[in-house]
């Protein structure tokens, strides 16, 4: 797959589905390559692309569906010009090489116009690392219905949604899709108010427009950031609004501030489940009636490979041989509500949320967090959507699998000791 041509030349290979069996392309000139490399990615549906500096080539790597897959190579010679190249379509500083920068790809003329590019250089030991990240694909187009969420999931969190104040909040991994369910979150938020309602998002970045919604860009690090944005936007009366991310004590507060003032209000929070959400907002100073009184649910999620539809997971041309094509929501929703509002109103630790959580859930089995994410995709492996393999690989081992923990282990209930059910 990869060849590093003759001198200097370049060759790489398109694996795009709908253009099959390999095509050559060799060039040494920078701006014919960077411009042919944008061109393979966007083709080959993926949303990062990677260039890694080594001694003799650089590495170019894609990530498409979530894998970060070999793409190809080229000279170290070339290495220097092609990062220039981007900068200066990414207004970057083109004679600073040895600070960390980033900025806006153009894209304009390229396939896939609609779509931006972030560009991010690294300075390292054979010189500056390069990722492209690209924003504003289909994928981020689908609707609310169309994520792929149970139905059970989906009806609580449109019941969340349809209210007028109280926040929403997401968690997940990078690159786990959280973008895209809070843009169709807002879309149906929009939809559902057909005499109008004023969305306000505050973002960074804005990955697409989205018709019917004032969205602004903050710039953190400077005098409009999350949380002073989000301040001076309150003053513009919105009734719904997005904050991109919490990520400290005063966006926290002045969000949670919004919550509790008749305002709908979405974000993410990074946290590794949805009931360690409380436990980092808690760190964060935000008072713990104000996030029973303010937050209505936290989601959270993972995205998996689905497997592909046309070969059932053995390995197609259309899947390029993976048995993977697009991707799957798996999703855990938890509600503020009984032993939990309890649990955060005593400042209890993450066990503590998660012993409460897994209480509340206890008719669906009692599961919370990541054993919750894992039960959500055996029925999608049941479904024949997806594979165990790819579980672990997303969400890492089946908790109660391997060393015991007191938490995997549940008193037995009594009628299910003796009788049919032992089996
Ligand atoms: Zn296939």
Same mark, same amino acid.
């Given at each position: 797959?990869?060849v590093?041509g003759?001198?200097?030349?370049?060759?790489?290979v +398109? +694996?795009?589905p709908?253009?099959p &069996? $390999?095509?050559?392309?060799?060039t !040494?000139?920078?701006v014919?390559?960077?411009?042919?490399?944008?061109?393979?990615?966007l083709?080959?549906? =993926?949303s990062d692309?990677?260039?890694d500096p080594?001694?003799?080539s650089?590495?170019v790597?894609?990530?498409?569906?979530?894998i970060?897959r070999?793409?190809?190579?080229?000279? !170290?010679?070339?290495?220097?010009?092609?990062? =220039?190249?981007?900068k200066?379509?990414?207004?970057?500083?083109?004679?600073?090489?040895?600070?960390?920068?980033?900025?806006?790809?153009e894209l304009g003329?390229?396939?896939?116009?609609?779509?931006?590019?972030?560009?991010?250089t690294?300075?390292?030991?054979?010189?500056?690392?390069?990722?492209i990240?690209?924003?504003?694909r289909e994928a981020?187009?689908?609707?609310?219905d169309?994520?792929g969420?149970?139905?059970?999931t989906?009806? +609580?969190l449109k019941?969340?949604?349809?209210?007028?104040q109280g =926040?929403v909040? %997401?968690?997940g991994p &990078?690159?786990s899709?959280?973008?895209?369910?809070?843009?169709?979150?807002?879309?149906?938020?929009?939809?559902t108010h057909?005499?109008?309602?004023h969305?306000f998002?505050?973002?960074?970045p804005?990955?697409? $427009?989205?018709? &019917?919604?004032?969205?602004?860009?903050a710039?953190?690090?400077s005098d409009?950031?999350?949380?002073?944005g989000l301040r001076?936007l309150l003053r513009q009366?919105?009734?719904v609004v997005m904050?991109?991310e919490? +990520?400290?004590?005063?966006?926290?507060?002045?969000?949670?501030e919004?919550?509790l003032?008749?305002? @709908?209000?979405?974000s993410?929070v990074?946290?590794g489940?949805?009931?360690g959400?409380f !436990?980092?907002?808690?760190?964060?100073?935000?008072?713990?009636y104000? %996030?029973?009184s303010g937050?209505?649910?936290?989601?959270?999620?993972? @995205?998996?490979?689905k !497997?592909?539809?046309?070969?059932?997971?053995?390995?197609c041309?259309?899947?390029?041989?993976?048995g993977f094509?697009?991707r799957?929501l798996?999703?855990? %929703?938890?509600e503020v509500?009984? $032993?939990?509002r309890?649990?955060?109103?005593?400042?209890?630790d993450l066990?503590?949320?998660i012993d409460?959580a897994?209480?509340?859930?206890?008719?669906h089995?009692?599961?919370s967090?990541?054993?919750q994410?894992?039960?959500?995709g055996?029925?999608?492996?049941?479904r024949?959507?997806?594979?165990?393999?790819?579980?672990t690989?997303?969400?890492g $081992?089946?908790?109660g699998?391997?060393? %015991?923990s007191?938490?995997?282990i549940?008193?037995?209930?009594?009628?299910?000791?003796?009788?049919e059910n032992r089996?």
């Amino acid at each position: 797959m990869v060849v590093l041509g003759k001198d200097d030349a370049v060759e790489l290979v +398109r +694996r795009n589905p709908s253009c099959p &069996g $390999p095509t050559h392309s060799q060039t !040494s000139d920078p701006v014919a390559l960077v411009q042919e490399l944008i061109q393979k990615a966007l083709g080959a549906n =993926a949303s990062d692309v990677h260039l890694d500096p080594g001694p003799e080539s650089w590495d170019v790597r894609f990530r498409v569906d979530g894998i970060l897959r070999p793409e190809g190579s080229f000279s !170290s010679r070339l290495g220097p010009n092609v990062v =220039a190249r981007l900068k200066v379509l990414a207004e970057l500083l083109t004679y600073r090489t040895d600070i960390p920068q980033e900025g806006r790809l153009e894209l304009g003329g390229m396939k896939g116009s609609g779509m931006e590019g972030r560009l991010s250089t690294f300075p390292t030991l054979h010189g500056e690392k390069v990722a492209i990240r690209f924003f504003g694909r289909e994928a981020t187009r689908l609707g609310l219905d169309h994520l792929g969420l149970e139905m059970e999931t989906l009806h +609580r969190l449109k019941g969340l949604l349809a209210g007028r104040q109280g =926040a929403v909040l %997401l968690t997940g991994p &990078g690159g786990s899709g959280k973008t895209t369910t809070l843009y169709a979150a807002l879309e149906s938020i929009r939809e559902t108010h057909k005499n109008g309602i004023h969305i306000f998002t505050i973002e960074d970045p804005i990955e697409r $427009p989205i018709a &019917g919604i004032t969205q602004s860009q903050a710039k953190p690090g400077s005098d409009f950031d999350f949380a002073r944005g989000l301040r001076s936007l309150l003053r513009q009366d919105p009734e719904v609004v997005m904050v991109g991310e919490i +990520r400290d004590g005063q966006t926290a507060s002045i969000a949670m501030e919004a919550a509790l003032t008749g305002h @709908l209000l979405l974000s993410t929070v990074h946290a590794g489940s949805a009931c360690g959400v409380f !436990s980092r907002l808690l760190d964060m100073g935000v008072e713990p009636y104000a %996030l029973t009184s303010g937050i209505r649910g936290v989601l959270n999620q993972r @995205l998996v490979r689905k !497997s592909c539809a046309t070969c059932r997971g053995i390995g197609c041309l259309a899947c390029q041989q993976s048995g993977f094509s697009g991707r799957l929501l798996l999703a855990e %929703l938890v509600e503020v509500k009984g $032993p939990l509002r309890k649990a955060i109103l005593a400042r209890a630790d993450l066990d503590g949320l998660i012993d409460a959580a897994r209480e509340m859930n206890q008719p669906h089995g009692g599961a919370s967090g990541e054993s919750q994410l894992w039960e959500t995709g055996l029925r999608a492996v049941a479904r024949g959507e997806t594979t165990h393999e790819e579980l672990t690989r997303s969400l890492g $081992p089946k908790p109660g699998q391997g060393a %015991l923990s007191p938490k995997s282990i549940h008193p037995i209930p009594k009628s299910q000791l003796d009788g049919e059910n032992r089996a």
